[in-house]
T-cell receptor, first 113, second 114 residues
Framework: NAGVTQTPKFQVLKTGQSMTLQCAQD?????MSWYRQDPGMGLRLIHY???????DQGEVPNGYNVSRSTTEDFPLRLLSAAPSQTSVYFC????????????FGPGTRLTVT | SQKIEQNSEALNIQEGKTATLTCNYT??????LQWYRQDPGRGPVFLLL?????KEKRKERLKVTFDTTLKQSLFHITASQPADSATYLC?????????????FGRGTSLIVHP
């Protein structure tokens, strides 16, 4: 099992550009989520999904879109990048939300100039 | 509002001693509490999960307690080693429209000195 994979590992964007962060898992997990981690702020939930076709907003959803067309994939789209979106992004999956252990990907370090 | 508090100051201890990290919460009634380890530049890794009806859970040198009256969890690492140096995060489940959503504290850095 590859677990949770994320691409790219690093990305630099200019303000206003758009991009998609990819996340995939091969554990047949229903629950997937995206977090951003900033110094001193901890992990903050952006969006989550409890199954294919179902997504919902987390704590800091503004400026981000998600979709879940398959169980395996949960891409995060930045519509128009802003310097405030400079952060490290983690994707996670689990059998079912907070009642089971979360498996995290290696992260994507994004810089917006 | 719901709040999870972990000590923002790093915990420095000597090798061989027991490290104790604290996770306090307010305005929550979590059914589950989890602890994770995070090394620099990597994603968090799951360590232990404890349910509200469990007072204590152990795994090798790790022990977690969960006191729903005090609204506190303690995470212990016995016989600590320099390799235990990392940031440790606690996470509580937040009930949201039928789903349990894990919400993380900011983490406490542990530094074990040889």
């Amino acid at each position: 099992n590859a677990g949770v994979t994320q691409t790219p590992k690093f990305q630099v964007l200019k303000t206003g550009q758009s991009m998609t962060l990819q996340c995939a898992q091969d554990m047949n997990h229903e629950y997937m989520s995206w977090y951003r981690q900033d110094p001193g702020m901890g992990l903050r939930l952006i969006h989550y999904s409890v199954g294919a076709g179902i997504t919902d907003q987390g704590e800091v959803p503004n400026g981000y879109n998600v979709s879940r067309s398959t169980t395996e994939d949960f891409p995060l789209r930045l519509l128009s990048a802003a310097p405030s979106q400079t952060s490290v992004y983690f994707c996670a999956s689990s059998y079912s939300g907070g009642t089971y252990e979360q498996y995290f990907g290696p992260g994507t370090r994004l810089t917006v100039t | 509002s719901q709040k999870i508090e972990q000590n923002s100051e790093a915990l420095n201890i000597q090798e061989g001693k027991t490290a104790t990290l604290t996770c306090n919460y307010t305005n929550y009634s979590p059914a589950y509490l989890q602890w994770y380890r995070q090394d620099p530049g990597r994603g968090p890794v799951f360590l232990l999960l404890i349910r509200e009806n469990e007072k204590e859970k152990r795994k090798e040198r790790l022990k977690v307690t969960f006191d729903t009256t005090l609204k506190q969890s303690l995470f212990h690492i016995t016989a600590s080693q320099p390799a235990d140096s990392a940031t440790y995060l606690c996470a509580l489940d937040r009930r949201d429209r039928g789903s349990y959503i894990p919400t993380f504290g900011r983490g406490t850095s542990l530094i074990v000195h040889p």
